[in-house]
């Protein structure tokens, strides 16, 4: 073995100094310029005259740390050692001293803006990862009619303090955020940390356990990836139980998305804390199963269920007005529609919406109001001064299931995971018998063990598959000959981004639209978004399109303020109970029907509930919805013009 070299030892015991930090660099730095004023004082002694060898090695730091000295000295060999040593000072001294420190203070501020120091906060509110779902999310809870703010009031937060965990801070999420106005004027609140819901020490440092809800929102699994979402969601879970557990202390309340149903218990074993999980799948689905039964929903979905601007469902409390009945309440709220209420039985709530008008409201009611803003489903503690007609709702009165349900032929162009879970679901509609035709790239016997794998239910469906790519020219000709009912583009989640997947679908349905362009009798066209931002390419096609990832996200944040809305919801989507129908004018007597508050009188007498008008034609902005119109105005009805009603089916056998 042949021996090291000095030289050779002396790099590597330098080098293993300067990869410890920048203190042991400046101390290797400190250490050269000792060496070197030794090295200069002893050269410099012998003409010091009287100076020790002490003065004369600070003679030699003085040059070397700075040149101003270098005009004093006298003789030629003092002037050389002293022009070398002012030479090695602006190496050594100033340019390895300002390069570490740079090198350092530049690290520092990268560090800074990772977001990598803990949070020292306490009553927030944390969003666990970035996904397509983290911008609307945010959106909902900064809103001034949402629920989160009122979330924070009652646990005595005076101010609304955001923390999202991204696995890597970048100025990229910065400007995401700083480009919608509502956030860009509140950034001051919303704190950026990096890090991952599979790391303890990640949620630590959003300090999750001093938060007042946790929301966990699911994202696009890319093709291939064995870390799925609702994976990373039961991790999180399980880590926070046991932090909890460690400190002594309740885990906090947690608002979680999960992609597949079917985790739901697993979930909910994983954590004893108080815990609302959101099935995005089984969501998504109803929501186009019920808009396939009844067209024309997805622009009422868009409006209840989103930020926008319009109408939301608000669960509000009956402390002012226990003893009253729903239609006393409604006669106070003229710009407010009673839907039903939520009672307490036992350890859960009773939906029960549609409720006969003299149901009186008990001890730990709720009300479910549709409103424009929050403070108008406010149930008055006195007598108002502008009063409604009461409404006389009777008790009991069922609905007849749709008789003209029969046969509906479906076109899904496209493939992802939630095709299974939307063939689960139509399999539901037990009076409706349903054919599907199923385009996509994906292999047809992989598809077909996929729906077989998910339920029997959903392999029931008739469903053909075609191996072919929608977008290639020429690949629909034959299919657009035959008739379907309803055609559906299903945003894709084998792509690396939503931007991708919804470009293909936005093009999709531009061929749709252009090989049925001749056709008298044109069939439901609905299209799936999986990126919000794409949402204003559509917007004059909004009545026919679905952007679940705001949809989720409206959700999750109304459920973090009250957990009963998603019962009501999911009451309200499932086949069988209290539905929300589009109905022909015929449907009621309609003779003495001229203002909106006529209307609700006339449907509630039948046992419904007015929520508005679909109209034939659309207006400006593409929408012919009209949800909760003002009660004293004309509503002027027009010939193919649909009442919006909320009625009450018999549950399925």
Same mark, same amino acid.
């Given at each position: 073995?042949?021996?090291?070299?000095?030289?050779?030892?002396?790099?590597?015991?330098?080098?293993?100094?300067?990869?410890?930090?920048?203190?042991?660099?400046?101390?290797?730095?400190?250490?050269?310029?000792?060496?070197?004023?030794?090295?200069?004082?002893?050269?410099?002694?012998?003409?010091?005259?009287?100076?020790?060898?002490?003065?004369?090695?600070?003679?030699?730091?003085?040059?070397?740390?700075?040149?101003?000295?270098?005009?004093?000295?006298?003789?030629?060999?003092?002037?050389?050692?002293?022009?070398?040593?002012?030479?090695?000072?602006?190496?050594?001294?100033?340019?390895?001293?300002?390069?570490?420190?740079?090198?350092?203070?530049?690290?520092?501020?990268?560090?800074?803006?990772?977001?990598?120091?803990?949070?020292? =906060?306490? #009553?927030? /509110?944390?969003? &666990?990862?970035?996904?397509?779902? %983290?911008?609307? *999310?945010?959106?909902? @809870? !900064?809103? =001034?009619? #949402?629920? /989160?703010?009122? &979330?924070?009031?009652?646990?005595? %937060?005076?101010? *609304?303090?955001?923390? @999202? !965990?991204?696995?890597?801070?970048?100025?990229?999420?910065?400007?995401?955020?700083?480009?919608?106005?509502?956030?860009?004027?509140?950034?001051?609140?919303?704190?950026?940390?990096?890090?991952?819901?599979?790391?303890?020490?990640?949620?630590?440092?959003?300090?999750?356990?001093?938060?007042?809800?946790?929301?966990?929102?699911?994202?696009?699994?890319?093709?291939?990836?064995?870390?799925?979402?609702?994976?990373?969601?039961?991790?999180?879970?399980?880590?926070?139980?046991?932090?909890?557990?460690?400190?002594?202390?309740?885990?906090?309340?947690?608002?979680?998305?999960?992609?597949?149903?079917?985790?739901?218990?697993?979930?909910?074993?994983?954590?004893?804390?108080?815990?609302?999980?959101?099935?995005?799948?089984?969501?998504?689905?109803?929501?186009?199963?019920?808009?396939?039964?009844?067209?024309?929903?997805?622009?009422?979905?868009?409006?209840?269920?989103?930020?926008?601007?319009?109408?939301?469902?608000?669960?509000?409390?009956?402390?002012?007005?226990?003893?009253?009945?729903?239609?006393?309440?409604?006669?106070?709220?003229?710009?407010?529609?009673?839907?039903?209420?939520?009672?307490?039985?036992?350890?859960?709530?009773?939906?029960?919406?549609?409720?006969?008008?003299?149901?009186?409201?008990?001890?730990?009611?709720?009300?479910?109001?549709?409103?424009?803003?929050?403070?108008?489903?406010?149930?008055?503690?006195?007598?108002?001064?502008?009063?409604?007609?009461?409404?006389?709702?009777?008790?009991?009165?069922?609905?007849?299931?749709?008789?003209?349900?029969?046969?509906?032929?479906?076109?899904?162009?496209?493939?992802?995971?939630?095709?299974?879970?939307?063939?689960?679901?139509?399999?539901?509609?037990?009076?409706?018998?349903?054919?599907?035709?199923?385009?996509?790239?994906?292999?047809?016997?992989?598809?077909?063990?996929?729906?077989?794998?998910?339920?029997?239910?959903?392999?029931?469906?008739?469903?053909?598959?075609?191996?072919?790519?929608?977008?290639?020219?020429?690949?629909?000709?034959?299919?657009?000959?035959?008739?379907?009912?309803?055609?559906?583009?299903?945003?894709?989640?084998?792509?690396?981004?939503?931007?991708?997947?919804?470009?293909?679908?936005?093009?999709?349905?531009?061929?749709?639209?252009?090989?049925?362009?001749?056709?008298?009798?044109?069939?439901?066209?609905?299209?799936?978004?999986?990126?919000?931002?794409?949402?204003?390419?559509?917007?004059?096609?909004?009545?026919?399109?679905?952007?679940?990832?705001?949809?989720?996200?409206?959700?999750?944040?109304?459920?973090?303020?009250?957990?009963?809305?998603?019962?009501?919801?999911?009451?309200?989507?499932?086949?069988?109970?209290?539905?929300?129908?589009?109905?022909?004018?015929?449907?009621?007597?309609?003779?003495?029907?001229?203002?909106?508050?006529?209307?609700?009188?006339?449907?509630?007498?039948?046992?419904?509930?007015?929520?508005?008008?679909?109209?034939?034609?659309?207006?400006?902005?593409?929408?012919?919805?009209?949800?909760?119109?003002?009660?004293?105005?004309?509503?002027?009805?027009?010939?193919?013009?649909?009442?919006?009603?909320?009625?009450?089916?018999?549950?399925?056998?």
């Amino acid at each position: 073995m042949l021996p090291f070299s000095f030289i050779d030892r002396l790099r590597y015991l330098v080098e293993r100094q300067f990869v410890k930090g920048a203190h042991y660099q400046l101390l290797v730095v400190a250490a050269f310029i000792a060496l070197i004023s030794l090295l200069g004082g002893w050269l410099a002694w012998p003409t010091g005259g009287d100076d020790s060898l002490a003065d004369s090695v600070w003679w030699a730091f003085l040059r070397l740390t700075d040149p101003g000295y270098l005009g004093d000295d006298q003789g030629t060999w003092r002037r050389i050692v002293s022009t070398v040593l002012t030479l090695s000072g602006y190496v050594v001294f100033l340019g390895a001293l300002v390069a570490i420190m740079t090198r350092w203070l530049i690290a520092m501020m990268v560090k800074l803006e990772q977001g990598l120091t803990p949070v020292t =906060v306490s #009553g927030h /509110i944390v969003i &666990l990862g970035w996904t397509n779902r %983290t911008i609307p *999310l945010v959106q909902e @809870i !900064l809103d =001034v009619n #949402g629920g /989160i703010q009122r &979330l924070l009031k009652a646990r005595l %937060t005076k101010r *609304l303090r955001l923390v @999202i !965990l991204a696995e890597e801070v970048t100025a990229e999420h910065v400007h995401e955020l700083r480009a919608v106005p509502l956030i860009r004027r509140h950034m001051s609140n919303i704190i950026l940390r990096s890090g991952t819901a599979l790391q303890p020490e990640d949620l630590d440092r959003a300090a999750c356990l001093q938060a007042a809800v946790v929301l966990i929102p699911g994202r696009t699994q890319s093709a291939g990836s064995l870390v799925s979402s609702d994976v990373e969601a039961i991790k999180a879970l399980l880590t926070l139980q046991a932090q909890a557990h460690r400190h002594g202390i309740t885990p906090p309340y947690v608002v979680a998305e999960v992609d597949d149903s079917r985790k739901l218990a697993v979930m909910q074993r994983a954590y004893s804390g108080p815990l609302e999980v959101l099935a995005s799948d089984a969501l998504v689905s109803r929501l186009f199963a019920q808009s396939i039964v009844h067209p024309g929903l997805p622009e009422l979905f868009g409006e209840v269920m989103t930020v926008h601007e319009g109408n939301e469902f608000y669960i509000r409390s009956t402390d002012n007005c226990i003893g009253q009945t729903l239609a006393d309440i409604g006669s106070r709220t003229p710009q407010a529609i009673v839907c039903g209420l939520m009672r307490p039985t036992g350890g859960g709530w009773r939906t029960w919406l549609n409720a006969p008008s003299d149901e009186v409201i008990r001890n730990g009611d709720k009300l479910v109001m549709l409103a424009r803003a929050y403070e108008h489903a406010e149930p008055p503690k006195q007598q108002s001064e502008v009063q409604v007609r009461a409404l006389q709702r009777p008790s009991g009165a069922l609905r007849h299931r749709n008789a003209a349900g029969g046969l509906r032929r479906l076109l899904v162009l496209g493939w992802n995971r939630r095709v299974p879970a939307l063939l689960n679901e139509l399999a539901s509609y037990t009076d409706y018998r349903f054919e599907v035709h199923n385009v996509a790239v994906v292999k047809a016997e992989d598809r077909q063990a996929m729906v077989a794998s998910y339920s029997a239910a959903a392999s029931g469906i008739e469903c053909h598959y075609t191996d072919a790519d929608y977008m290639v020219e020429g690949a629909l000709g034959d299919l657009m000959e035959e008739r379907f009912d309803s055609i559906i583009l299903v945003s894709s989640d084998r792509l690396d981004s939503g931007e991708e997947a919804d470009a293909r679908a936005m093009v999709g349905y531009l061929i749709v639209d252009e090989l049925l362009r001749e056709r008298a009798s044109r069939p439901q066209i609905l299209l799936e978004l999986s990126d919000p931002a794409n949402e204003s390419l559509v917007v004059r096609k909004r009545g026919e399109t679905i952007v679940s990832p705001m949809i989720l996200s409206h959700l999750m944040a109304q459920i973090a303020q009250r957990r009963e809305l998603g019962l009501m919801f999911e009451e309200l989507l499932t086949t069988g109970g209290p539905e929300l129908v589009f109905h022909d004018q015929q449907r009621y007597p309609m003779q003495s029907v001229t203002t909106f508050a006529d209307l609700e009188a006339v449907v509630a007498l039948q046992g419904d509930t007015a929520l508005g008008v679909y109209r034939v034609r659309a207006d400006e902005e593409g929408k012919r919805l009209q949800l909760n119109p003002q009660r004293d105005k004309p509503l002027r009805l027009s010939e193919g013009d649909q009442l919006v009603v909320l009625t009450t089916l018999p549950e399925i056998a």
